[in-house]
């Protein structure tokens, strides 16, 4: 089941989303994902997919989720990615470029559909798009480094 199927108000919420209630399970990390977190992941036929339920620890002055988040969200997304496709290699960011679409609203799911374009011997090229229900808020591009060759 997807987000958006539960969201008839495309993503807006009234009552909070459980992610562990639908399939989701919570990535335990203690360094600063840790203090933004969670960070939950779900296999699904297409691959791994990650999101965040926003709080109020993540806005910004105007009340909605800061976008040093997103970014921060969009990078452990496509790490993530990266990491898996390329089973559990260890990588490091070497670009990330993001493009904010929509504001992002306090206590709103945010998933990451992220793709691999394409890899080499030692980079990984990932795009992804960052939404709420059927909503695009951030589309991200970027390159990873794979630190541990063949």
Known sequence: MDVSDLNPNNGRQSAPFDPASHGWVSIADDGFIGLVGPIWQK???????????SDSKHH?????????M?????????GMTARHHTGNKPHATIQLDVQFLDAVQIGEFIESRAEVVRQTRSLIFMKADLIVGTRVVAAANGIWKILVRE
């Open 43 to 53: 296999s699904t036929e297409s691959g791994m997919r990650f999101a965040f339920l």
């Open 60 to 68: 910004n002055r105007r009340g909605v989720v800061h976008g040093g």
């Open 70 to 78: 997103i970014m921060t969200f969009a990078d452990r997304a496509l």
